[in-house]
């Protein structure tokens, strides 16, 4: 509801298309075959049906988030960092956890990559 309301990704509740197929008892092929070509309208545009599901870790207090705000605090901390000094993963990681997000550099990697953003030394610049 309050992505609905803000328009900000973060906010969608982590749901899978396993969720939805035990609610109505069907196969999770049938649900995401749904999921790929069925839109929905919301006041901030119309969006593919499966860009609402979101896949979800847990923060340090039990509590369930979606990977999406994990991935907005990533390019936030990359977009913020010193172009000459760029924030490696292992960094990221610990400002993540910081955060209240506990998950592995591997994580933080595969994460940076789904951004389409590059290893910190390919993000160094030379001054």
Known sequence: REYFLTGDETKIRPMILKDIADIVQLDISTISRVANSKYVQTPYGTFLL??????????????????????????????????????????????????????????VAKYREQLNIPVARLRKELV
């Open 50 to 107: 499966k860009t609402l599901f979101s896949e979800s870790l847990q923060n340090d207090d039990g509590e369930e988030v979606s990977t999406r705000e994990v991935k907005k605090i990533l390019k936030d901390c990359i977009g913020a960092e010193d172009k000459s000094k760029p924030v490696t993963d292992e960094q990221l990681t610990k400002i993540l956890k910081d955060k209240g997000y506990n998950i592995a550099r591997r994580t």
